[in-house]
Every structure is written in C-alpha cells, then in structure tokens.
Nanobody
C-alpha cells in the first residue's frame, strides 16, 4: 500500500500564497504521476495540476500562471505552490498518485485525506 500525507493548507486572504506538500510512503512501489485535485462545496472534484516522474506538468486553465507543481523523486514528495490565491480557489485539496507494484506490475491510484484551503475576499 501507498500512503499519502498532505500538509500546508489553511486560511489566507485573496492575493496571498500557500504551499501544499504531499509525501508518499510505502515499500515495493514505483511512484509515477503525482498530482493535486480539489473539490469545492457542491462541486465535482477536478484536477488542478499533475506532474510525471520525468517532470512534465499540466494544469487546469484557471490556475495557470498562479500555481506551480513540483516534485522530489528521491523523497517521493509533490508540492503545489499557490500564488495570487482567489476566493474561487477555496476547496479541499487532495493529493493523488499512480503507483506500480514492483512485484505484480499492477498500477493503482492512491489518494490523500485532503487538506482544506480557504481564501477570504
């Protein structure tokens, strides 16, 4: 099993910044794509940003130019730097990864528990 532990959420005023971190742990797995999703109240969960093991990134249009995703492959940790936050960024942010078992070669997806980000106007 892979465990994802997130940190860094909180309350910030519009225009402020936050940095989310997510560390993956567990033996016998190769962590492939890592990313962040979010779910606002009454909304569907949406992809915010993701990054491959090789460093290729993609972002939802609404965060381009404001958010930056990065990762440390040695630490199996992914980060989301969020700048110029807006009230519409308010949501629970979930860490996500795809991991392949070294033993079975089966790839599964894993989710973190979520961290609340609240942006006040």
């Amino acid at each position: 099993q892979v465990q994802l532990v997130e940190s860094g959420g909180g309350l910030v005023q519009a225009g402020g910044s936050l940095r989310l971190s997510c560390a993956a742990s567990g033996s016998g797995f190769s962590i492939n794509t890592m990313g962040w999703y979010r779910q606002g109240a009454g909304k569907q969960r949406e992809l915010v940003a993701r990054i491959t093991k090789g460093g290729t990134t993609n972002y939802v249009d609404s965060v381009k130019g404001r958010f930056t995703i990065s990762r440390d492959n040695v630490k199996n940790t992914v980060y989301l730097q969020m700048n110029n936050l807006k009230p519409e960024d308010t949501a629970v942010y979930y860490c996500h990864c795809n991991a392949e078992s070294y033993i079975t070669y089966v790839t599964r997806e894993y989710w973190g528990q979520g961290t609340q980000v609240t942006v006040s106007s």
